[in-house]
Nanobody, 123 residues
Framework: QVQLVESGGGLVQAGGSLRLSCAAS????????MGWFRQAPGKEREFVAV???????YYADSVKGRFTISRDNAKNTGYLQMNGLKPEDTAVYYC?????????????????WGQGTQVTVSS
């Protein structure tokens, strides 16, 4: 069983930066893939980024070059560094995890979810 708690969301102006954190419980965190998804009002939850347990990363085209996903297994924590934020990045951001060597990119593939953290980008 894994519990995930996100933090770091907030209000930022367009062009600004935020770093989201995802604190995970469980002793085998290093063997989980960790992903970030987001959901804007009235829209479906969409994939943002994933990092596999061997640190292979993959990003949605909409955030590539602006966002960076990383993890610190010693701290059982994952991160999403978001630079060059745009108003269309406004959403609730969710951290998620799955015990797998792969890097899943759809919500249905994941087993564990955090409660979400709000990111609002003003124009």
């Amino acid at each position: 069983q894994v519990q995930l708690v996100e933090s770091g969301g907030g209000l930022v102006q367009a062009g600004g930066s935020l770093r989201l954190s995802c604190a995970a419980s469980g002793r085998t965190w290093s063997t989980y893939a960790m992903g970030w998804f987001r959901q804007a009002p009235g829209k479906e939850r969409e994939f943002v980024a994933v990092i596999s347990w061997i640190d292979i990363t993959y990003y949605a085209d909409s955030v590539k070059g602006r966002f960076t996903i990383s993890r610190d297994n010693a701290k059982n924590t994952g991160y999403l560094q978001m630079n060059g934020l745009k108003p269309e990045d406004t959403a609730v951001y969710y951290c998620t995890a799955k015990y797998t060597v792969a890097g899943p990119t759809t919500p249905a593939q994941y087993d564990y979810w955090g409660q979400g953290t709000q990111v609002t980008v003003s124009s």
